[in-house]
């Protein structure tokens, strides 16, 4: 079974940056999907980003040009930069795993929380 760990939390001051990482344990990482996913407080679970296996990114609308995505395959590793933060991207954080129809699996999250 994959797992998933997830860094890079935190709190900052609405403006600032922070930059999340999911490490993947298992070789399966180079054909998965990966995406970051968030649940803001009282919200239900949205997308933030993904980027699939060939490093093709897809990102919610109101988060392009703040967040960036990315990969890298040799540490089996995602990246998800977010800058210029805003209070109401506080959430929980978590990292998604997929290949269709072979596993699909979720990081325990990270807590990251923007102050005005």
């Known amino acids: 079974q994959v797992q998933l760990v997830e860094s890079g939390g935190g709190l900052v001051q609405a403006g600032g940056s922070l930059r999340l990482s999911c490490a993947a344990a298992?070789?399966?990482?180079?054909?998965?999907?990966m995406g970051w996913y968030r649940q803001p407080p009282g919200r239900q679970h949205e997308l933030v980003a993904s980027?699939?296996?060939?490093?093709?990114?897809n990102y919610a609308e109101p988060l392009k040009g703040r967040f960036t995505l990315s990969r890298d395959n040799a540490r089996r590793t995602v990246y998800l930069q977010m800058n210029s933060l805003r209070p109401e991207d506080t959430a929980v954080y978590y990292c998604?795993?997929?290949?269709?129809?072979?596993?699909?699996?979720w990081g325990q999250g990270t807590q990251v929380t923007v102050s005005s």
């Open positions: 998604n795993l997929l290949v269709p129809g072979v596993t699909n699996v």
């Open positions: 298992g070789s399966i990482f180079s054909i998965a999907d």
């Open positions: 980027i699939t296996s060939g490093g093709r990114t």
